[in-house]
């Protein structure tokens, strides 16, 4: 059993009440060999929702305290992040996965790129909060 971004097996909870669905991430929930999760919504924040971005550092910074998670109105949403992403490590550690697939660049699932904090549609290489906490708890992380 492996964890998927919802949005990728079809749920509609995207920031903007869509999903992105992959046909192979599908085929996985359908067939019971993948779990899906939503950081963002595990930590409270409402489907729709103003699109988030990374301030000042990415997922790990947002961990240790250096750089915060800011909707588009200037809202800090950095604790709904960071609950979600912690709910998600204990579903993981509870079912002891060691794989996730996460939708990439996102403030919360992004693996290797995110948003670069000024709502201009520019990518910086980091990971997203729920990301940065997994693999700091030796979980594999991929995106699609």
Same mark, same amino acid.
């Given at each position: &059993?492996?964890?998927?971004? /919802?949005?990728?097996? @079809?749920?509609?909870?995207?920031?903007? $009440?869509?999903?992105?669905?992959?046909?192979?991430?599908?085929? &996985?929930?359908?067939?019971?060999? /993948?779990?899906?999760?939503?950081?963002? *919504?595990? @930590?409270?924040?409402?489907?729709?929702? =103003?699109?988030?971005?990374? +301030? $000042?550092?990415? $997922? =790990?910074? +947002?961990?240790? $305290? @250096?750089?915060?998670?800011?909707? !588009?109105?200037?809202?800090?949403?950095?604790?709904?992040?960071?609950?979600? /992403?912690?709910? +998600?490590?204990?579903?993981? %550690?509870? &079912?002891?996965? !060691?794989?996730?697939?996460?939708?990439?660049?996102?403030?919360? #699932?992004?693996?290797?790129?995110?948003?670069?904090?000024? =709502?201009?549609?520019?990518?910086?290489?980091?990971?997203?909060? #729920?990301? /940065? %906490?997994? !693999?700091?708890?030796?979980?594999? +992380? *991929?995106?699609?």
């Amino acid at each position: &059993m492996i964890l998927v971004s /919802a949005c990728l097996a @079809g749920q509609q909870c995207r920031y903007d $009440g869509t999903s992105i669905p992959n046909d192979d991430i599908v085929n &996985m929930v359908k067939t019971y060999r /993948a779990l899906p999760v939503c950081p963002e *919504e595990y @930590g409270g924040l409402p489907i729709p929702r =103003f699109p988030s971005e990374i +301030v $000042g550092g990415d $997922g =790990f910074d +947002v961990i240790d $305290g @250096g750089a915060w998670v800011i909707d !588009k109105r200037g809202n800090n949403v950095t604790e709904n992040y960071i609950e979600g /992403a912690i709910k +998600v490590l204990k579903l993981a %550690l509870s &079912m002891e996965v !060691k794989k996730v697939i996460l939708k990439t660049n996102s403030p919360a #699932c992004g693996c290797g790129f995110i948003y670069d904090g000024t =709502f201009r549609n520019r990518l910086k290489r980091g990971d997203g909060v #729920c990301t /940065a %906490l997994l !693999k700091r708890n030796n979980i594999i +992380v *991929e995106t699609k």
